[in-house]
T-cell receptor
């Protein structure tokens, strides 16, 4: 059981496709995050939204475009990806200022770029 | 810059025994939090335990406890009475403002 959901769970796309990853949190949190987890590499923070404002953009290529329409939803729009972008994309949420600001993660989207 | 080091890429433990997963960290923040997450093969990152840098006592959550040694900058995770379902990747992390900085993880395999 998780308070953070992600769809789709698996995605295969070509390099010319456009797709979007969706994350929804049901925890009443005010911050949301996108992480990338590649094989044999530590989790990499991509984007942070706090109170629906982007506060972190960790040198991510422009082919990844985040969107946070409200505090419960976070999207990652993908276009013209490269094979090296194949990875597990994890969304997380937290309540800034409370609970040690513990981040709770969704189940992830496994992305394969062909 | 914050950094997390997990020196054990993989570990075995016998079912019902205790196991310690090592984590050392480096941070210049005067106040910080330390976290452990479990990642089974399904991919989800499951929060296990949190330790605040100013907490006087070591954190415990059921079978999980955190051996926090601030002077050594270590935050080892102890899992007591290991179960087969504990087989997973385990990640240590330190927070820095909005960010969580993760270690490279330790793969734990519990033997029946």
């Amino acid at each position: 059981e998780t308070g953070v959901t992600q769809t789709p769970r698996h995605l295969v796309m070509g390099m010319t496709n456009k797709k979007s990853l969706k994350c929804e949190q049901h925890l009443g949190h005010n911050a949301m995050y996108w992480y990338k987890q590649s094989a044999k590499k530590p989790l990499e923070l991509m984007f942070v939204y706090s109170l629906e404002e982007r506060v972190e953009n960790n040198s991510v290529p422009s082919r990844f475009s985040p969107e946070c329409p409200n505090s419960s939803h976070l999207f990652l729009h993908l276009h013209t990806l490269q094979p090296e972008d194949s990875a597990l994309y994890l969304c997380a949420s937290s309540q800034v200022g409370q609970d040690g600001e513990t981040q709770y993660f969704g189940p992830g989207t496994r992305l394969l770029v062909l | 810059a914050q950094k997390i080091t997990q020196t054990q890429p993989g570990m075995f433990v016998q079912e019902k025994e205790a196991v310690t997963l090592d984590c050392t960290y480096d941070t210049s923040d005067p106040s910080y939090g330390l976290f452990w997450y479990k990642q089974p093969s399904s991919g989800e990152m499951i929060f296990l335990i949190y330790q605040g840098s100013y907490d006087q006592q070591n954190a415990t959550e059921g079978r999980y406890s955190l051996n926090f040694q601030k002077a050594r900058k270590s935050a080892n995770l102890v899992i007591s009475a290991s179960q087969l379902g504990d087989s997973a990747m385990y990640f240590c992390a330190v927070d820095s403002s909005y960010k969580l900085i993760f270690g490279s993880g330790t793969r734990l395999l519990v033997r029946p």
